[in-house]
C-alpha cells in the first residue's frame, strides 16, 4: 500500500518517505529528493510558484534511481 493512514505511521515508527536533498533554485522554485523507504526509489519533487510535480529520477541511462535500503535506516 502506497498510502498508509497516519496511525499506522506511527505504530510503525517508521516515515515511507525521507528527503534526500532539498535544493533552491533562483528565479525558479525548490526542487527536492526524497527516497521511498520501502522501495528505495528516488523521485524528483519541484515547486514553482504555487504548482509542482513529482517523478521517479532517472540516471543518463534512463534507469530508475534505486538507493539501497540498508542505507536508508
Known amino acids: 500500500m502506497l498510502f498508509k493512514k497516519k496511525?499506522?505511521?506511527?505504530?510503525?515508527?517508521?516515515?515511507?518517505?525521507?528527503?534526500?536533498l532539498t535544493e533552491q533554485l533562483p528565479?525558479?522554485?525548490?526542487?527536492?529528493i526524497l527516497v521511498d523507504t520501502?522501495?528505495?526509489?528516488?523521485y524528483i519533487?519541484?515547486?514553482?510558484g504555487t504548482s509542482g510535480?513529482?517523478?521517479p529520477l532517472v540516471d543518463a541511462n534512463g534507469d530508475v534511481v534505486v538507493d539501497e535500503l540498508s542505507r536508508l535506516t
Open 27 to 32: 528565479e525558479l522554485g525548490q526542487v527536492t
Open 53 to 55: 510535480g513529482i517523478t
Open 7 to 20: 496511525a499506522e505511521v506511527d505504530v510503525e515508527g517508521t516515515k515511507r518517505f525521507v528527503v534526500k
Open 38 to 42: 520501502a522501495t528505495g526509489v528516488n
Open 45 to 48: 519533487q519541484t515547486w514553482v
